[in-house]
């Protein structure tokens, strides 16, 4: 570096990432469950992924390689930043493959390419209690938890359904982890949900305003909240990915002029990009290449 | 009286990059509990601490953490080990203590006079750490629960008779209760209070 006074390892002071690494052993060891933490300032805002970025500097080791996606996406600003982040702190290996990685920092999807065992996934979680929003005391969220007691959570899924004759939660959508704790999955799509079940890599959520961390370790139940009658379901897209043509995966819109031209392609761009390497094309790739 | 060089030796050489490893396999350990991890740093605390059980101690312990410990370890050198490198304060209540060290052959006592942590808050509950012979070639036992697929069989040798009573009164308060490490020699083998353990039939 330089003359001028550098940082401890991944920037926090080791007090500081005990505490948190005693956080995330003990949300390892109660799936699902909220685990306060004296949660720092960060050189960034609330709001930037804090949370995150605590976690990853707390079980980050000289020898990891660190995906940070936003989205999908590698290569937007706040990934970037904490990519770059990362390498200031921690002189550590970055990639954008999501094999080659072993830690990935999400803000919030799950990539599509499925993860394995030895490979933690951090979540930034801007709100980590999914009963917030229906009980705003601290006080009563948490005496819901200790009694288990979720009815309000299934009395709002059925209001969505009597509203709207669906479920219209399409994002952070409750799950119920190992059949104990509902847990907000973090502003992930829907689409993801099915991805945390018995997923074979560890998965950490770190929320920094609300000084929260919780976990899913691998190999877990993790359910979507549904009624018999109105089972859970994933979001559907009509048309394969436009770059990729890739099927079953979640697409972002692209809106391209003013004349109501838009496109939709993989959210996931490395996995679009590992297709389009290997040869598979959408429609408006073929295009493209037929123009030039 | 302890020597002096018995208190201020023995720490991680390495104590940022030393501390990340032992915490690494800890969180490995605990999310896959039942695998046998051999820590990557090695601690040298004085007798009758073992060096796995003094590198959890280095990596996790501070002064936040109340740090009970077993009579036999209490009247060693270890207290102030562990009061000198990382500023832990030693208590006597079992209830009161984030960690609690049990060295080889030390009568474990019943996990329910740890504390538990309450239904509000399950987090606030003991770790104890516990060493044994061995962490494999003992009676097999089945180990099911988060982190393992399907099921795991573990084999770990030196716990009391009463451990598996213990452990299944420690899994019927879920969310409550203790979490285990245990460990022998330089290796560890982790058990959330998730963990579900059975006897093999014969």
Request: with cysteine; glycine share 8%.
């Amino acid at each position: 570096m330089n003359d001028l006074a550098t940082y401890n390892f991944s920037y926090l002071d080791e007090q500081t990432k005990r505490m948190i690494r005693r956080a995330i052993l003990k949300a390892i060891a109660i799936p699902g469950y909220q685990v306060p933490f004296a949660s720092r300032e960060m050189p960034m805002p609330y709001g930037w992924g804090t949370g995150g970025v605590q976690v990853t500097a707390s079980i980050l080791g000289p020898k990891d390689v660190l995906k940070v996606i936003d989205q999908g996406a590698d290569d937007t600003t706040n990934a970037v930043s904490i990519r770059a982040f990362f390498q200031k702190v921690a002189a550590v290996a970055v990639t954008t493959k999501t094999k080659e990685a072993t830690i990935i920092q999400t803000r919030h999807r799950i990539p599509e390419e499925g993860l394995r065992e030895g490979q933690t996934l951090v979540y930034q979680v801007p709100i980590p209690e999914p009963l917030r929003f229906l009980e705003p005391r601290e006080t009563e969220t948490r005496k819901m938890h200790a009694l288990e007691e979720y009815g309000l959570m299934h009395v709002k899924l059925y209001e969505d359904i009597a509203r709207n004759g669906h479920i219209a939660t399409t994002y952070a959508y409750p799950v119920k982890v190992e059949g104990r704790y509902v847990m907000d999955p973090s502003p992930t799509p829907k689409f993801d949900n099915p991805k945390m079940h018995m997923s074979e890599a560890l998965q950490l959520f770190g929320a920094g305003r609300e000084k929260r961390i919780y976990a899913v370790p691998p190999y877990t139940e993790v359910v979507s909240l549904d009624f018999e009658d109105h089972p859970f379901e994933v979001q559907k897209f009509d048309k394969p990915c436009a770059l990729c043509g890739a099927e079953n995966v979640y697409l972002d819109e692209v809106v391209l002029d003013d004349k109501g031209g838009r496109m939709f392609v993989c959210s996931d761009t490395d996995h679009c990009e590992d297709r389009r390497d290997c040869g598979h094309a959408g429609h408006m790739l073929a295009r493209k290449e037929a123009a030039e | 009286m302890a020597s002096q060089s018995q208190i201020f030796a023995g720490a991680f050489a390495d104590p940022v990059f030393s501390a990340q490893s032992v915490f690494k396999s800890l969180m490995d350990g605990f999310a896959r509990p039942g695998q046998i991890i051999r820590l990557g740093a090695s601690s040298v605390p004085p007798a009758p601490m073992g060096t796995a059980a003094g590198a959890v101690a280095l990596t996790l312990c501070d002064h936040d953490t109340p740090v009970w410990l077993t009579p036999a370890l209490a009247k060693s050198a270890v207290p102030q080990w562990i009061a000198f490198h990382t500023g832990a304060a030693v208590t006597d209540s079992k209830t009161d203590a984030r960690f609690a060290f049990v060295e080889k052959g030390a009568p474990v006592p019943g996990f329910d006079q740890f504390s538990l942590g309450t239904q509000e808050y399950p987090d606030r509950s003991t770790t104890l750490v516990i060493e044994i012979g061995a962490l494999s070639g003992g009676e097999p036992l089945t180990a099911r629960g988060p982190g393992i697929r399907d099921e795991v069989t573990i084999a770990v040798r030196g716990l009391p008779e009463v451990f598996l009573d213990f452990w299944s009164a420690n899994r019927a308060i879920f969310p409550r209760g203790i979490d285990l490490v245990l460990t022998a020699g330089d290796s560890v083998l982790c058990l959330p209070r998730t963990t579900r353990l059975v006897r093999q039939e014969a």
